[in-house]
C-alpha cells in the first residue's frame, strides 16, 4: 500500500509537473528562436510624487522567449507603492533600504488587531476604535518577497534612504489565464504621471506604460453603485475613484506610516534565520503552512546562508521551495552570487529553466552558448543591467578586476544546475575512456581534464586566464 501510494504520488507529480511545462511551451513556441542575446537596461521610466519606477522592454524577444519581465521602483524615504495586484506571481528583491509590506487574501483573518484608542473625527470627540488588518512583514536588503497572482499588495520605506526593490513578473506562469502581458491592477490613486522614455520604438512599450499611467480599478465603476457597495457617501466614493489624485502610484507619507505591528527585532531575525538554517524542505503534515500564514520572505544576502562557498572564488545562495514552500505555489525560484576578483563560475546550464540574472554590482565577463555551439552572448555585463538565459543554454562568468554580484530569477520552483567542469560536473560523471575517445586525447589528457578542478561551483582563476580576459577585452 505505501509503496502504490508513493508511486502514485509521484506519477501525479510528475504530470502535474509535465503540464506547466507543456504550458510555458505552448505559450513561448517559436519565441527563443536567439541568434544574439545582449545585455539590457530599462527602456521606459514613470515618474511619481515619491519615487520612480523604471520598466525592461517586455516586447524584447529575449523577455518574450523567457515569458517574463522586470520592474525597478525607486521609492523614497516615507513613500508608499499604492495597493495593486497582478495576474502573474512575482518576485521582489530587496536591493536596498528597508520597510514593511502588506498582502491581502481575501478570506484571510486580520490577525493584526491594536487595543482601543482615544479618536476625535467623523464620529465625534469621545470616540474609540480599534484597527485591525491582515498580517504585516518587514524586509530589509537582501530579502527575496514572495506574492502570488492576485493577491493585492502594497511596501513602505521606513529608512533613511531610497528603497529599491526588483521585481520580476512571470507573465508564462500557469497562474495567469490572460495573454502574455503582465498587468498591474491598481486599487488605489490615480497612477497618472509623466515618465522620460530612453531608446526607441515606443509604441511597442505603450501597453507597459499605461499600467502606470492609468485609473485605478474603482475609476471604471459608477459612482452610486460604488458608495452603495461601501455603504459611504458620494464623496468618499469618489476619492476612491482618485480621479483628482495627481500623486501618481508612488506617494509620500508626511508624517510616517501608522500600522499595527510587531516591534522589528533584529535579534529575533538573526535567531529565526540560525532556526532555519538546521531545516531543510517543506514540513508536510498538513496543518503548519496555509496560504494565509505562509512565510513570504527569506534573505539571500546572509553569507552564512550559503549554499556553496569557496573562500578563494566566493558563494552562492539559493531560495527555492524546499527553502521557501509558498515557491511551489508560485513555481518561482532565486538564487544570489558573489564573484570575487578574479575568479570564475564554472560553465553550467539550467536544466528545467529559464533564469533571468540582475546585476547589483560590479562588472563581469559573461558567455553564453547555444544548441549549435554558437556564443549568442560574449560581452562584459555591469550593475544594474539584466541578462537572460534561456534553458539549457551553457553560461559562464568571469571576474576579473573587480567584485561581481548578481540575483537570478528563475521560473521553476526548484531550478537544477547541471555543471560543465568541477568535482559534481557532467565530464566528472564520464568514464576516462569516453572523455578520450569523445576528444581525440590520451587517457592521461582526459585524466587531468576530469579531476584538475576539486571545486564544485566557484573557482579562482590563474594569473594566465586573467591575462586573457585582458587581452579579450582590448
Not at 61 to 77: D, E, N, P, T, Y
Not at 125 to 130: E, H, I, T, Y
Not at 298 to 313: E, F, K, L
Not at 368 to 396: E, K, S, T, Y
Request: charged content about 20%; some cysteine; aromatic content about 10%.
Amino acid at each position: 500500500m505505501g509503496s502504490s501510494w508513493l508511486c502514485f504520488s509521484l506519477s501525479f507529480l510528475l504530470v502535474l509537473h509535465g503540464t506547466f511545462a507543456q504550458q510555458r511551451y505552448q505559450q513561448q513556441q517559436g519565441q527563443c528562436q536567439l541568434n544574439r542575446l545582449n545585455p539590457q537596461e530599462p527602456t521606459v521610466r514613470i515618474q511619481a510624487e515619491a519615487g520612480v519606477t523604471e520598466l525592461w522592454d517586455k516586447n524584447n524577444q529575449q523577455f518574450q522567449c523567457a515569458g517574463v519581465s522586470l520592474v525597478r521602483h525607486v521609492i523614497q524615504s516615507r513613500g508608499m507603492l499604492l495597493p495593486s495586484y497582478l495576474n502573474t506571481p512575482l518576485l521582489a528583491y530587496v536591493e536596498q533600504g528597508r520597510g514593511f509590506f502588506g498582502i491581502m487574501n481575501s478570506g484571510c483573518p486580520e490577525t493584526f488587531q491594536s487595543s482601543q484608542q482615544f479618536q476625535q473625527g467623523e464620529r465625534g470627540a469621545g470616540s474609540r476604535f480599534q484597527d485591525r488588518h491582515q498580517k504585516i512583514g518587514q524586509f530589509k536588503q537582501g530579502d527575496i518577497i514572495a506574492f502570488p497572482a492576485g493577491a493585492a499588495h502594497w511596501a513602505y520605506n521606513e529608512g533613511n534612504e531610497e528603497l529599491v526593490l526588483v521585481c520580476f513578473e512571470d507573465s508564462g506562469n500557469s497562474a495567469n489565464q490572460l495573454d502574455q502581458n503582465s498587468r498591474r491592477f491598481f486599487i488605489a490613486g490615480n497612477p497618472q504621471q509623466g515618465e522620460q522614455q530612453q531608446g526607441q520604438q515606443g509604441g511597442a512599450r505603450s501597453f507597459q506604460k499605461e499600467q502606470f499611467q492609468s485609473g485605478n480599478v474603482f475609476r471604471g465603476f459608477e459612482l452610486e453603485l460604488l458608495a452603495e457597495a461601501f455603504g459611504v457617501s458620494k464623496e468618499t466614493a469618489r476619492k476612491l475613484q482618485g480621479e483628482e489624485d495627481q500623486r501618481g502610484h508612488i506617494v509620500n507619507i508626511d508624517q510616517g506610516l501608522r500600522v499595527v505591528r510587531p516591534p522589528f527585532s533584529q535579534e529575533q531575525e538573526e535567531r529565526e534565520e540560525r532556526q532555519e538554517q538546521g531545516q531543510y524542505g517543506p514540513r508536510a503534515n498538513g496543518i503548519e503552512e496555509t496560504i494565509c500564514s505562509a512565510k513570504l520572505r527569506q534573505n539571500i544576502d546572509n553569507p552564512s546562508r550559503a549554499d556553496v562557498y569557496n573562500p578563494q572564488a566566493g558563494r552562492f545562495t539559493t531560495v527555492n521551495s524546499l527553502t521557501l514552500p509558498i515557491l511551489s505555489f508560485l513555481r518561482l525560484s532565486a538564487a544570489r552570487g558573489v564573484l570575487y576578483r578574479n575568479s570564475i563560475m564554472a560553465p553550467h546550464w539550467w536544466t528545467n529553466a529559464h533564469s533571468v540574472i540582475y546585476v547589483t554590482k560590479g562588472e563581469a565577463r559573461i558567455q553564453i552558448v547555444d544548441h549549435r555551439g554558437q556564443a549568442v552572448l560574449d560581452d562584459r555585463v555591469r550593475r544594474g543591467q539584466v541578462v537572460i538565459v534561456p534553458q539549457n543554454f551553457a553560461v559562464v562568468k568571469h571576474a576579473e578586476n573587480e567584485i561581481f554580484e548578481w540575483v537570478v530569477f528563475n521560473t521553476n520552483d526548484n531550478a537544477m544546475i547541471n555543471t560543465l567542469s568541477g568535482r559534481t560536473s557532467a565530464i566528472r560523471g564520464l568514464p576516462v575512456d569516453v572523455i578520450a575517445n569523445s576528444y581525440q586525447i590520451t587517457r592521461e589528457e582526459a585524466r587531468r581534464l576530469k579531476f584538475n578542478r576539486e571545486e564544485t561551483l566557484l573557482f579562482s582563476c590563474s594569473e594566465k586566464s586573467s591575462q586573457y580576459g585582458r587581452v579579450a577585452a582590448a
